[in-house]
């Protein structure tokens, strides 16, 4: 069982940066693969990236290569989103999301375990 807690999300200004912190709880955090997902209103739940238990692989989707960046630290058991050149379509609420694979799922109901979410507001 792991339990999952996002946090880091509020109001930016467009080309500003941010970074989430997913925490979480439970034994051996390290062997799960972390995704992060979003979700804006009226629109489906949407893979942001992902990284593998090792921090061995990592991938993104391609609206946000280049801008986001995945990072773990597993003696705190903590996953980062790091969220530059933020864009107003970059609104929604983000996930992070858990499953104990060696590979790196994309589509939601491939985890087993999800935050609350952190509203993430881009706007001037």
């Known amino acids: 069982q792991v339990h999952l807690v996002e946090s880091g999300g509020r109001l930016v200004q467009p080309g500003e940066s941010l970074r989430l912190s997913c925490a979480g709880s439970?034994?051996?955090?390290?062997?799960?693969?972390m995704g992060w997902f979003r979700q804006a209103p009226g629109k489906e739940r949407e893979f942001v990236g992902v990284?593998?238990?090792?921090?061995?692989?990592?991938w993104y989707t391609d609206s946000v290569k280049g801008r986001f960046t995945i990072s773990r630290d597993n003696t705190k058991n903590t996953v980062y989103l790091q969220m530059n050149s933020l864009k107003p379509e970059d609104t929604a609420v983000y996930y992070c999301?858990?499953?104990?694979?060696?590979?790196?799922?994309?589509?939601?109901?491939?985890?087993?375990?999800w935050g609350q979410g952190t509203q993430v507001t881009v706007s001037s």
């Open positions: 990284i593998s238990w090792s921090s061995g692989s990592i």
């Open positions: 999301a858990a499953v104990q694979v060696l590979r790196t799922p994309a589509q939601p109901n491939e985890y087993d375990y």
């Open positions: 439970g034994r051996n955090f390290g062997s799960y693969a």
